[in-house]
């Protein structure tokens, strides 16, 4: 869902996007052609295709790249996804990322 997100977020086609994630799952599924596999078979007893097909329309809008970073590791940026994910899974409300906002990153 972040990966969707992000990318509806977008306000123009065509644009060249990286998305660095430490999930492989994500991954493999874009870069290794799981995702075009399933289509195929029209995502039969395959979880969560309707957030695939969402990002299906959108992936036929730009250029997108996908980078695997370890997680829970020494990469800063995927350790602070994972604080503000935790603590919105466990709390209704949201943290706001102080340092994003005012462009530190």
């Not at 097909?53 to 994972?82: A, E, M």
Request: charged share 25%; net charge positive; with cysteine.
């Amino acid at each position: 869902m972040a990966v969707i997100a992000a990318l509806e977020l977008l306000n123009r086609d065509g644009v060249n996007v990286t998305i660095y994630t430490d999930s492989q799952y994500i991954v493999n599924a874009i870069e290794k052609g799981w995702l075009f596999g399933w289509v195929k078979i029209n995502f039969k007893e395959k979880k969560n295709a309707d957030l695939w097909k969402r990002y299906l329309k959108l992936h036929q809008k730009h250029t997108i790249k996908f980078v695997w970073v370890k997680g829970h590791s020494t990469n800063p940026y995927n350790n602070r996804c994972d604080e503000l994910a935790t603590y919105a899974a466990d709390y209704s409300a949201t943290l706001v990322d102080e340092a994003f906002e005012k462009g530190l990153t």
